[in-house]
Protein backbone atom coordinates (compact mmCIF):
# COMPACT_ATOMS: atom_id res chain seq x y z
CA UNK A 1 0.00 0.00 0.00
CA UNK A 2 1.22 3.21 -0.80
CA UNK A 3 2.40 5.62 2.42
CA UNK A 4 1.53 9.47 1.12
CA UNK A 5 2.96 10.80 4.06
CA UNK A 6 6.16 9.58 2.68
CA UNK A 7 5.57 10.88 -0.81
CA UNK A 8 4.58 14.18 1.46
CA UNK A 9 7.89 14.27 2.96
CA UNK A 10 10.00 12.84 -0.19
CA UNK A 11 8.50 15.77 -2.25
CA UNK A 12 9.37 18.65 0.88
CA UNK A 13 12.70 17.07 0.88
CA UNK A 14 13.08 17.15 -2.80
CA UNK A 15 11.79 20.70 -2.89
CA UNK A 16 14.64 21.98 0.33
CA UNK A 17 16.92 20.01 -1.82
CA UNK A 18 16.36 21.81 -5.09
CA UNK A 19 16.55 25.48 -3.31
CA UNK A 20 19.63 24.45 -1.28
CA UNK A 21 21.56 23.74 -4.97
CA UNK A 22 20.04 26.81 -6.87
CA UNK A 23 21.31 29.06 -3.56
CA UNK A 24 24.70 27.43 -4.25
CA UNK A 25 24.96 28.12 -7.78
CA UNK A 26 24.41 31.37 -7.12
CA UNK A 27 26.77 31.85 -4.73
CA UNK A 28 29.09 30.14 -7.29
CA UNK A 29 28.34 32.82 -10.23
CA UNK A 30 28.55 35.44 -7.79
CA UNK A 31 32.31 34.10 -7.10
CA UNK A 32 33.32 33.58 -10.37
CA UNK A 33 33.68 29.87 -9.79
CA UNK A 34 31.41 28.77 -12.55
CA UNK A 35 29.60 31.08 -15.47
CA UNK A 36 26.01 31.27 -16.53
CA UNK A 37 25.94 28.97 -19.27
CA UNK A 38 27.20 26.37 -16.79
CA UNK A 39 24.89 27.35 -14.22
CA UNK A 40 21.93 27.54 -16.67
CA UNK A 41 22.60 23.93 -17.46
CA UNK A 42 23.02 22.39 -14.02
CA UNK A 43 19.42 24.01 -12.83
CA UNK A 44 18.03 22.94 -16.06
CA UNK A 45 19.00 18.97 -15.32
CA UNK A 46 17.70 19.99 -11.89
CA UNK A 47 14.61 20.95 -13.03
CA UNK A 48 14.31 18.17 -15.67
CA UNK A 49 15.30 15.62 -12.17
CA UNK A 50 12.35 17.25 -10.40
CA UNK A 51 10.15 17.07 -13.35
CA UNK A 52 10.54 13.25 -14.06
CA UNK A 53 10.28 12.96 -10.64
CA UNK A 54 6.86 14.38 -10.12
CA UNK A 55 5.89 11.96 -13.24
CA UNK A 56 7.00 9.41 -10.94
CA UNK A 57 10.02 8.74 -13.23
CA UNK A 58 13.75 8.26 -11.65
CA UNK A 59 16.78 9.16 -13.37
CA UNK A 60 20.46 7.79 -12.62
CA UNK A 61 22.37 10.31 -11.07
CA UNK A 62 24.91 11.50 -13.09
CA UNK A 63 28.69 11.48 -12.18
CA UNK A 64 30.94 14.27 -13.60
CA UNK A 65 34.64 13.46 -13.42
CA UNK A 66 37.26 16.36 -13.72
CA UNK A 67 40.75 16.12 -14.06
CA UNK A 68 43.79 18.25 -13.56
CA UNK A 69 45.87 20.08 -16.30
CA UNK A 70 48.50 17.48 -15.59
CA UNK A 71 46.17 14.24 -15.81
CA UNK A 72 44.99 15.69 -19.14
CA UNK A 73 48.57 16.08 -20.38
CA UNK A 74 49.17 12.57 -19.47
CA UNK A 75 46.40 11.43 -21.36
CA UNK A 76 46.73 13.42 -24.51
CA UNK A 77 50.79 12.61 -24.50
CA UNK A 78 51.12 16.56 -24.42
CA UNK A 79 53.15 19.09 -22.28
CA UNK A 80 50.58 20.99 -19.60
CA UNK A 81 51.14 24.04 -21.82
CA UNK A 82 49.70 22.44 -24.56
CA UNK A 83 46.91 21.58 -22.74
CA UNK A 84 46.58 25.02 -21.19
CA UNK A 85 46.69 26.22 -25.21
CA UNK A 86 43.78 23.87 -26.24
CA UNK A 87 42.03 25.16 -23.28
CA UNK A 88 42.74 29.19 -24.38
CA UNK A 89 41.31 27.99 -27.84
CA UNK A 90 38.32 26.56 -26.41
CA UNK A 91 38.98 23.00 -28.26
CA UNK A 92 38.85 21.92 -24.47
CA UNK A 93 36.57 23.78 -21.84
CA UNK A 94 38.13 24.66 -18.93
CA UNK A 95 35.95 24.34 -15.97
CA UNK A 96 37.14 26.59 -12.62
CA UNK A 97 36.82 24.92 -9.38
CA UNK A 98 37.99 27.20 -6.45
CA UNK A 99 41.15 28.71 -8.41
CA UNK A 100 42.57 25.43 -9.79
CA UNK A 101 41.72 24.48 -13.85
CA UNK A 102 39.72 21.21 -14.10
CA UNK A 103 38.59 19.66 -17.80
CA UNK A 104 35.96 16.56 -17.94
CA UNK A 105 37.63 13.63 -18.18
CA UNK A 106 35.55 12.39 -21.31
CA UNK A 107 36.14 16.26 -23.42
CA UNK A 108 40.06 14.88 -23.05
CA UNK A 109 39.13 11.54 -23.91
CA UNK A 110 37.32 12.28 -26.87
CA UNK A 111 40.43 14.52 -27.96
CA UNK A 112 42.47 11.72 -27.60
CA UNK A 113 40.30 9.46 -29.90
CA UNK A 114 39.48 6.62 -26.77
CA UNK A 115 36.37 5.69 -26.70
CA UNK A 116 33.83 5.82 -23.69
CA UNK A 117 30.68 4.80 -22.57
CA UNK A 118 28.39 7.12 -21.17
CA UNK A 119 29.26 10.14 -19.24
CA UNK A 120 31.14 8.51 -16.39
CA UNK A 121 34.10 8.33 -19.27
CA UNK A 122 34.78 4.57 -18.41
CA UNK A 123 37.49 3.44 -21.33
CA UNK A 124 35.63 0.78 -24.04
Known amino acids: ????????????????????????????????????????????????????????EERQPVEIKLISKRKAAEILSVSVKTVDRLGASGALQKRMIGGSVRFLIADVYSLAGIKTSGTEGTIT
Not at 25 to 33: A, M, N, P, V, Y
Not at 34 to 54: P, W
Request: aromatic share 8%; proline share 0%; charged share 40%.
Open 1 to 56: MFNYEHKKEDDMISRQTSEMAANFIRTLEKSGTVDKGESREFTALCRKIEQDKARG
